[in-house]
């Protein structure tokens, strides 16, 4: 597939614009299409539905067959997998509970980013290099190729199953409800960017995407593991630093820089160039935004987070609800009397022996 020719493609690869030039480009280019767009509305939206989506009953029933899938896969590597891990770290039992859920999500990322890799690297789109060209030789009703429709439906099945799991799987956070919102609203470009043939621009959106989500997994998988069996590990600690820093860089650069100055950019500026009738314009363009606001808001957990590690202070989840005291519950769970420990005021205890207790207990530090 040549991606530097068509009637409406440029020869040249256009340079990436700033934020300024996308917010001005973007908003007289989106004005002038919403003024002359006369006869826009209900009817007409309905018209273009029937036009211009193309998808089959087949399609449909294979995403619910494979989010069905994924639901059972997952399932049966946490009992048969997952779950033993943890018993044989010996995790925390706060920790052994949610680690399943962070090693499910690594695993698929994992493989979910490397074939977005394969397909904008190391094939002949050059869709990351080229944005605009996501849109070069679009027609209605075009034929999806393969590698790309494969990568739709592991995407797709997946965030249908998502929406399953973050209600009844995962572990309830302060932004599970966004993260709700999150997966609907990815589910439903996914979809339609499939059936409206925007695939091209999708592939790219899931890689600049993926990437934050296996770097989150690695490093709350290694806060779990630095204090397995009531130990220090410094190995895992060191991870989880080195995986919270790149996650806070990549977030911003992924999913603040790229996305909006190379996916907002081809949609809402050289979509018209190449298309000028293009279908559903300012749907995609509302989705895509309204994905770009809850990036910005998941990025201020990452600024608490970072001050966090500025003040010193161990690293958790700050998406995580406040629960009990961690020793009274690991106390509740060891037997051991709360009587016989003092706080220090930091979030550690003191043993009557002098021993450096943390969640209730006795930690030997080694690598």
Wanted: aromatic residues 16%; glycine residues 6%; contains cysteine.
């Amino acid at each position: 597939m040549s991606s530097h020719t068509g009637d409406a493609g440029p020869v040249e690869v256009e340079p990436m614009p700033g934020y300024l030039d996308l917010i001005t480009r973007a908003s007289t280019v989106m004005l002038g299409a919403w003024r002359d767009c006369s006869t826009c509305g209900l009817e007409l939206s309905k018209q273009t539905l029937l036009d211009n989506a193309y998808i089959t009953f087949t399609e449909i029933a294979l995403f619910f067959f494979c989010a069905f899938l994924w639901t059972q896969v997952r399932r049966g590597l946490t009992e048969s997998l997952f779950k033993p891990l943890a018993q044989w770290w010996r995790l925390m039992p706060k920790d052994a509970a949610k680690m399943p859920e962070s090693a499910w999500k690594l695993v698929f990322y994992t493989m979910s980013w490397s074939y977005s890799t394969y397909l904008l690297f190391f094939t002949s789109y050059s869709f990351f290099h080229d944005p605009p060209s996501v849109f070069y030789n679009w027609k209605s009703g075009m034929l999806v190729p393969a590698d790309i429709a494969i990568a739709y439906l592991i995407q797709g099945s997946f965030y249908g199953h998502s929406i399953y799991a973050t209600v009844y799987m995962d572990a309830w956070r302060k932004d599970s409800a966004v993260m709700v919102v999150h997966h609907i609203i990815t589910l439903a470009l996914i979809s339609f960017s499939y059936a409206f043939r925007y695939h091209n621009v999708g592939i790219l959106v899931l890689f600049l995407h993926d990437i934050n989500d296996i770097q989150l997994e690695f490093t709350k998988l290694n806060i779990y593991l630095k204090s397995r069996g009531g130990g220090y590990h410094l190995l895992n600690d060191v991870l989880s630093n080195m995986g919270s820093v790149s996650f806070s860089i990549t977030w911003f650069w992924f999913r603040l820089y790229w996305f909006p100055l190379k996916v907002l950019y081809a949609t809402c500026v050289s979509s018209l160039q190449s298309v000028p009738s293009i279908p559903f314009y300012f749907f995609f363009n509302a989705l895509l935004l309204a994905l770009l606001l809850m990036n910005i808001y998941w990025f201020l957990f990452i600024v608490v987070f970072v001050v966090k590690v500025l003040k010193m202070k161990e690293l958790n989840d700050v998406r995580e609800y406040e629960e009990e005291d961690g020793s009274k519950a690991a106390a509740g769970l060891l037997n051991v009397p709360q009587a016989e420990n003092n706080d220090d005021g930091a979030g550690h205890h003191i043993s009557a022996q002098g021993k450096h207790v943390q969640n209730g207990i006795t930690k030997d530090k080694h690598l």
